[in-house]
T-cell receptor, first 113, second 112 residues
Framework: DVKVTQSSRYLVKRTGEKVFLECVQDMDHENMFWYRQDPGLGLRLIYFSYDVKMKEKGDIPEGYSVSREKKERFSLILESASTNQTSMYLC????????????FGEGSRLTVL | GENVEQHPSTLSVQEGDSAVIKCTYS??????FPWYKQELGKRPQLIID?????GEKKDQRIAVTLNKTAKHFSLHITETQPEDSAVYFCAAEEAGFQKLVFGTGTRLLVSP
């Protein structure tokens, strides 16, 4: 059973703080993704990675960066958090060639005050 | 890039009725279309998918249809049950990239 684990379910941060969201998967998946979920906007792709040390911008990368030093771990970084980054963040992983079958983590709800 | 539109945003039905959710996509090169279900407080999970070489696919009470010419695809749920209540997302795999573009979601409420 695929397991995608996000380090924090709920976070409260202040404007300007640096925020790290961690994601770990245990199925040796090459592909990993960070999505942001907002009511009425669906799931929007922030960044994704096909392999270790590789990263690609998604549809809304502004204000975010990522790190993939190990295959199983994909981190999302908010260098200077802003209130408009208050959201639910979902990590997902998949095998290459099976991108449609995403396995999601439970999500990290971030509130920026 | 690919753009996916989804309608309606909310859908309320009585138990036993059918429910239909519709999506359109913009890139005619897209050829893979999955549907995800997200129950309240839980993670999205893949429930059914369809490829462009197939017009319809069924799995028990759910089915998906695809019209490539019109660039739209739909999710059909028959004999709805309260446990079908959830947010449903359609998606399209962006051609040439290993990533999905999602619709904005449909909140389905099934009343007993």
């Amino acid at each position: 059973d695929v397991k995608v684990t996000q380090s924090s379910r709920y976070l409260v941060k202040r404007t300007g703080e640096k925020v790290f969201l961690e994601c770990v998967q245990d199925m040796d998946h090459e592909n990993m993704f960070w999505y942001r979920q907002d009511p009425g906007l669906g799931l929007r792709l922030i960044y994704f990675s096909y392999d270790v040390k590789m990263k690609e911008k998604g549809d809304i990368p502004e204000g975010y960066s990522v790190s993939r030093e190990k295959k199983e771990r994909f981190s999302l970084i908010l260098e200077s958090a802003s209130t408009n980054q208050t959201s639910m963040y979902l990590c997902a992983s998949s095998f290459p060639g099976r991108t449609g079958e995403l396995f999601f983590g439970e999500g990290s709800r971030l509130t920026v005050l | 890039g690919e753009n996916v539109e989804q309608h309606p945003s909310t859908l309320s039905v009585q138990e036993g009725d059918s429910a239909v959710i519709k999506c359109t996509y913009s890139d005619s090169a897209s050829n893979y279309f999955p549907w995800y279900k997200q129950e309240l407080g839980k993670r999205p999970q893949l429930i059914i998918d369809i490829r462009s070489n197939v017009g319809e696919k069924k799995d028990q009470r759910i089915a998906v249809t695809l019209n490539k010419t019109a660039k739209h695809f739909s999710l059909h749920i028959t004999e709805t049950q309260p446990e079908d209540s959830a947010v449903y997302f359609c998606a399209a795999e962006e051609a040439g990239f290993q990533k999905l573009v999602f619709g904005t979601g449909t909140r389905l409420l099934v009343s007993p």
